[in-house]
């Protein structure tokens, strides 16, 4: 057997060859993405990994003592990421004398880029490569569970996955099988993590390119208490940008990379963002893990702040009241327009009342009917509908899906009862968001203070840091922190005030609140001094 010095020493001379084969399989990356079928691309979640971004989530690996590596590629494509991890290795970056890969692919068709992938590693690195083609899920979940007729699998030292993005159905074969592993979830990327992460030995480190939906929202729940209790977090990188990790698939989605290291002590981790998978802006921070892992939240929701200083709302100590605590609820809005089908009108007539979707509000007021919006503007009053539909008043609506259009996430609005003045019911649409108080209408300065809140920057740049999906749930509005009750009247009395202010002076209340320690617990709103543009601060009174 070569020394482990001899056998780096090899490795190292070797790397000018080894380098130029990651271009080759650029190449046939692209190659084989252009020519397999979309329809099948799209059933079993396939995007394949850009070279870049391949060779920084083996960067994300920290060299150990080992002398042998098990590494675990799942959901192989045509081997990116195992070609990235070689690639470290033959330039000195470990100590392995022997490198086993163990590649998982269950589309056949890619097998013969994958095999030509680490054939032309194997003529330079002492490398054990194994192509399976079976199903990654019923393989881990047989091994795990020790069934006696599954091959077994070996405890990993590595694992390195771009898993497939695919939701599981309740009632299907995969869904069982990872509930025979303890394993609860709902995509087959959780899935895949979650499998491999079982799969490595102790202290076995992983690096995943995933969606970053699973950080929060109830759904993945059971994942996020499944990979907290058994790894810590080491890394996580977050890109800006929406559409550039893999922009060759047309992918729309908020990706995070992750580095978990199992069975170790939780410390600090470090954040990474940049804008593309050129990586040319990155910056980084290191983070406590209480800020990524808010402590005493039940749902375990993971934070992925994107600067080491503390945000607006972080900041504040005003702003630590709950929903519940203020006195008010959000709910989704009631009426799904497909069940209700029937009772449906494109506009307004005798017997109906107003139908309100989030293409009605624009500059944060409703404006309704609208022809225009190929919606129905109204829904008829009925022993059917009526349980649906709230009594007319003042309420805060979000739309739970951003317009293309815009760059904000939380956009808020809000609902005045002089818009329906024939009108004693409203109907929401599902695709909204409705502030209520027990399915009421609001106080007038509350539901402007609520939507003058929400619509602050400081509110939204923070809900990016927990939110990783286009919509913004009722239960993510329900988890956050708010000013108190009074706080928001006045917040609410200066907006209605100022008519429309502007969001440079919606900003600057919030700042001036803070800074001013205008928001106190005790501080009643009429205590506010105001000079019809902004707070000065307390106001004395003679």
Request: proline fraction near 6%; hydrophobic fraction near 40%.
């Amino acid at each position: 057997m070569k020394s482990t010095t001899h056998f780096r020493q090899e490795c190292q001379g070797a790397t000018q060859e080894v380098i130029p084969l990651l271009s080759e399989i650029e190449q046939s990356r692209l190659t084989a993405s252009n020519a397999a079928d979309p329809k099948k691309k799209s059933q079993l979640g396939q995007f394949f990994t850009p070279a870049k971004i391949a060779q920084f989530m083996a960067s994300l690996f920290v060299p150990g003592a080992k002398d042998n590596c098990r590494l675990l590629d799942a959901g192989a494509g045509i081997g990116s990421l195992t070609a990235a991890f070689l690639e470290r290795w033959a330039s000195g970056a470990f100590n392995f004398q022997r490198v086993e890969v163990d590649a998982f692919e269950i589309d056949n068709c890619l097998h013969p880029y994958l095999n030509q992938t680490l054939e032309k590693y194997r003529q330079h690195l002492n490398i054990a490569p194994t192509i399976r083609g079976d199903d990654f899920v019923h393989a881990a979940v047989d091994s795990l569970c020790g069934n006696l007729f599954a091959e077994p699998l070996p405890r990993y030292t590595h694992a390195i996955l771009n898993p497939p993005y695919k939701k599981i159905r309740s009632n299907s074969a995969h869904r069982s099988a990872l509930r025979r592993a303890g394993i609860e979830t709902v995509n087959l990327y959780s899935a895949f993590v979650a499998l491999s992460l079982s799969l490595l030995e102790d202290r076995g480190q992983l690096v995943a390119i995933i969606p970053r939906s699973f950080c929060n929202g109830p759904y993945y729940r059971p994942f996020r208490e499944y990979i907290l209790e058994r790894a810590a977090i080491r890394r996580m990188h977050l890109f800006a940008s929406r559409n550039k990790a893999f922009k060759d698939d047309d992918v729309l989605q908020e990706n995070v990379i992750i580095m978990l290291e199992r069975g170790a002590h939780q410390g600090n981790v470090t954040v990474t963002t940049s804008t593309d998978d050129r990586f040319a802006d990155m910056e980084m921070h290191s983070s406590p893990f209480d800020r990524i892992v808010l402590p005493g939240i039940p749902e375990r929701f993971i934070h992925v702040p994107t600067s080491s200083e503390l945000g607006v709302i972080e900041r504040s100590g005003a702003i630590c009241c709950t929903l519940e605590g203020i006195g008010i609820k959000v709910s989704t809005g009631p009426v799904v327009d497909f069940r209700l089908k029937k009772h449906l009108c494109s506009m307004p007539d005798a017997g109906t009342v107003p139908l309100l979707y989030p293409g009605h509000f624009r500059n944060r007021i409703a404006e309704w009917p609208k022809p225009e919006l190929n919606k129905p503007n109204a829904i008829r009053r009925n022993a059917e509908t009526e349980k649906w539909l709230y009594p007319n008043g003042f309420y805060c609506v979000v739309r739970r899906f951003s317009s293309k259009e815009e760059k904000r996430r939380i956009v808020a609005s809000v609902v005045s009862p002089d818009r329906f003045p024939d009108d004693e019911v409203l109907g929401f649409e599902n695709h909204l968001d409705v502030f209520h108080e027990e399915r009421r209408g609001l106080p007038e300065a509350l539901a402007h203070g609520l939507a003058t809140f929400l619509n602050t920057t400081a509110v939204d740049e923070n809900f990016r840091r927990f939110n990783g999906h286009t919509q913004v749930n009722a239960t993510d509005l329900r988890l956050m922190k708010y000013p108190s009750r009074k706080n928001l009247i006045a917040l609410g009395e200066w907006a209605m005030r100022c008519h429309e202010p502007i969001q440079r002076l919606i900003d600057e209340q919030l700042d001036i609140a803070w800074e001013t320690e205008v928001w106190v617990a005790e501080a009643p709103s009429h205590l506010i001094h105001f000079d019809g543009e902004r707070f000065l601060g307390p106001y004395n009174e003679p």
